[in-house]
Structure formats: structure tokens, C-alpha cells
């Protein structure tokens, strides 16, 4: 069974740029989360998805955004990218929302330089 | 506000020793406990989580141990290995909330010397 799919593996950006990263989740698993990763501030919650539907947000500011396709697909857009914004994002995939599974799967991440 | 507390940050331990990672909550809602294990390069994995309806559990050479009352948790590697060498990650959860959201520490640095 496939694992949590993450592209591009590496990217660089320059500041005032837009990105967007994309995540395949484990198959029959609905539930999609994104976190940023920073050697500062560890592992922070982005934002959940559930069928297509925002659950959750994080305290990121208006230029994160994503989205969830029919096929649980699930893509993330930074734009005027910040200096700051250089992190590992890193997308998991879980077979429920909340409950009792509990499990996330990590994707290996996307990392991004913003130059 | 930092939710998960852990500490230390980083920890060295020679092969065959114990190490143990700590980590404090403040939210009592929070009643699903996971320890997560990454290596560089790669994502984080689950290594063991735990319910407050018990003190502790155990895998293999890894324990979880729980202190409802001081809404403190720990995670103790027995035996340690230098492949155990790598970024340990303390969560917390929620479940019953209608949303999946992991708070997380800042992680620990395990390195052990061979």
C-alpha cells in the first residue's frame, strides 16, 4: 500500500512568489492535514480537510490556503511568499477525522527556500 | 500559547542506556497522547500513543508513562540504541472534537553514542 505522496520534494522560491504543493493521501484515507515544520517553532498545524471541506485552521495568516479534491487529493498555496516562510511542509493523511484511530501518516515533505 | 511542552530538547545517551523525554499539557480536553519518531529526511512516524485511562504502556522497549493529576506524559526508551538516534515529537489530541488537529512539542533530539 502507497504511503503518503508529497511533490516537489525541494523547491526554491524568491520572496513575493507564490507556491503550491501537492499531497496524495494513503488510499480510502479522507482526511488530509498540513503542517509547517520549523526548527524554531517545531511542528505547527496549517489547516484539515475532510471530503472536500476545510475542518480546522491554524493560526497562519490569508496567503495559506488549500484545498481538497474529490479524490481526497490535496493541494496547498502559499503566495507573497515570505523569507519565513522557508520551512518542511509536511502533508498527513488519516483514515478518520478525530476518533478513536487516532493514526496520522506522514508524507516525507515538501521543502521550501524562499529566497 | 505552547500548548505541549517538552523538554529537553535535545539528549545524549550511551548505547544500553534509558533515555526519557517529558512533556506537559494545559488543555484537559486533550485525552489521546501519540509519540511520534522522525528521522532527517523523512516525515514523522507514530512510535506509540496512550488514553488517560491508563498509567502507562509499554512496546517493546518503549513506554509511555501518564500522570493525569499533573497532566504530565513521558516517553521511556530502555535499552537504547544508536539506530533510536533521531527527532522525537510528543502530541496531544482531542478526539472528540469534530476535527483532527495534533498539537505538538518542539521535539527532542535523541543522539546515542555506540
Known amino acids: 500500500k502507497a504511503g503518503v505522496t508529497q511533490t516537489p520534494r525541494y523547491l526554491i522560491k524568491t520572496r513575493g512568489q507564490q507556491v503550491t504543493l501537492s499531497c496524495s493521501p494513503i488510499?480510502?484515507?479522507?482526511?488530509v492535514s498540513w503542517y509547517q515544520q520549523t526548527p524554531g517553532q517545531g511542528l505547527q498545524f496549517l489547516f484539515e480537510?475532510?471530503?472536500?471541506?476545510?475542518?480546522n485552521k491554524g493560526n497562519f495568516p490569508g496567503r495559506f490556503s488549500g484545498r481538497q479534491f474529490s479524490n481526497s487529493r490535496s493541494e496547498m498555496n502559499v503566495s507573497t511568499l515570505e523569507l519565513g516562510d522557508s520551512a518542511l511542509y509536511l502533508c498527513a493523511s488519516s483514515l478518520n477525522t478525530g476518533g478513536l484511530a487516532g493514526e496520522l501518516f506522514f508524507g516525507e515533505g515538501s521543502r521550501l527556500t524562499v529566497l | 500559547q505552547q500548548q505541549v511542552k517538552q523538554s529537553p530538547q535535545s539528549l545524549i545517551v550511551q548505547k544500553g542506556g534509558i533515555s526519557i523525554i517529558n512533556c506537559a499539557y494545559e488543555n484537559t480536553a486533550f485525552d489521546y497522547f501519540p509519540w511520534y519518531q522522525q528521522f532527517p529526511g523523512k516525515g514523522p512516524a507514530l512510535l506509540i500513543a496512550?488514553?488517560?485511562?491508563?498509567s502507562e504502556k509499554k512496546e517493546g522497549r518503549f513506554t509511555i508513562s501518564f500522570n493525569k493529576s499533573a497532566k504530565q506524559f513521558s516517553l521511556h526508551i530502555m535499552d537504547s540504541q544508536p539506530g533510536d538516534s533521531a527527532t522525537y515529537f510528543c502530541a496531544a489530541l482531542n478526539s472528540g472534537g469534530s476535527n483532527y488537529k495534533l498539537t505538538f512539542g518542539k521535539g527532542t533530539l535523541l543522539t546515542v553514542n555506540p
Open positions: 496512550i488514553r488517560p485511562d491508563v
Open positions: 480537510y475532510f471530503s472536500e471541506t476545510q475542518r
Open positions: 488510499s480510502g484515507h479522507r482526511s
